[in-house]
């Protein structure tokens, strides 16, 4: 959830006092424990209403009025944005900022585009055909360019891809800070993926709809099996430096 934090001018800001050094010392330690905390995702001070204009409306007439403004109890002297899981988080952090007395700070809520969504994906699990590198037939591959059609126009197609053999890949064995590279094929075809599709819905219940319409996988056409698995979301995660670094990255 996105809060926009809103700094009330007083007379001194809108006189163009500047904060004095102390103020903005603790108001820049207090910017860092936001950015490592992963919150902060704009901030900025505002000059002096006297430095602005407001344009009003009538019509088609547009009337522009230079400031000052005279309620400066209404304008504001800055703002922060923060993403945060909940208002009450955004709260505490509030209650964290160096004001002092007789200061007021607004708490809104940003409106979010669009409706809250998940991402899954649809596993196809492997089989001894498809681990011998045997092609899907022209009617399968015809049905499955069908069905991600389908998904491409429902705006829900995020990628998907059939996987070469396990003959093709390898696995890296981990102990310690060893790494033992291990060569395919691995036996335990079962366990293999040989594609995927992911989908971006708005419910566990959508997913599923789209998974029922999914063309069975297996190249005779009799038994078949896909799984599906939800996406974990930086937003599942606690704040951290980490989960703001994959976030600047524009990974999940």
Do not use: C
């Not at 291990?182 to 419910?203: H, N």
């Not at 005779?220 to 951290?240: A, C, M, T, Y």
Request: a negative charge; zero cysteines.
């Amino acid at each position: 959830m996105r809060f926009m934090i809103l700094v009330k001018a007083n007379k001194d800001s809108e006189a163009g006092v500047l904060p004095d050094e102390k103020i903005l010392t603790e108001m820049g330690k207090f910017n860092v424990q936001l950015e490592k905390a992963g919150v902060m995702l704009a901030g900025e001070g505002l000059q002096a209403s006297s430095k602005g204009a407001r344009v009003r409306f009538s019509g088609s007439k547009r009337t522009v009025i230079d400031g000052p403004f005279a309620e400066s109890k209404e304008l504001i002297a800055g703002f922060w944005i923060w993403q945060v899981k909940s208002k009450e988080e955004a709260i505490e952090w509030v209650k964290r900022a160096p004001f002092g007395d007789g200061e007021e700070i607004e708490i809104r809520q940003v409106f979010e585009g669009g409706e809250v969504t998940m991402r899954f994906m649809i596993i196809v699990k492997a089989t001894k055909d498809s681990e011998a590198g045997v092609m899907p037939h022209e009617k399968i591959l015809n049905e499955m360019a069908k069905y991600h059609e389908e998904l491409q126009k429902a705006g829900v197609l995020l990628d998907a891809s059939g996987l070469q053999a396990s003959a093709k890949g390898w696995r890296i064995k981990y102990s310690g800070q060893t790494r033992t590279v291990v060569d395919g094929p691995f036996a335990e075809a079962k366990e293999l993926i040989a594609g995927y599709t992911m989908i971006q819905v708005k419910s566990k219940e959508e997913a599923m709809e789209w998974a029922r319409r999914f063309p069975n996988p297996s190249l005779d056409g009799k038994e078949g099996e896909i799984e599906v698995r939800q996406l974990f979301e930086l937003d599942d995660f606690g704040p951290s430096e980490g989960v703001e670094r994959f976030r600047r990255m524009g990974i999940a």
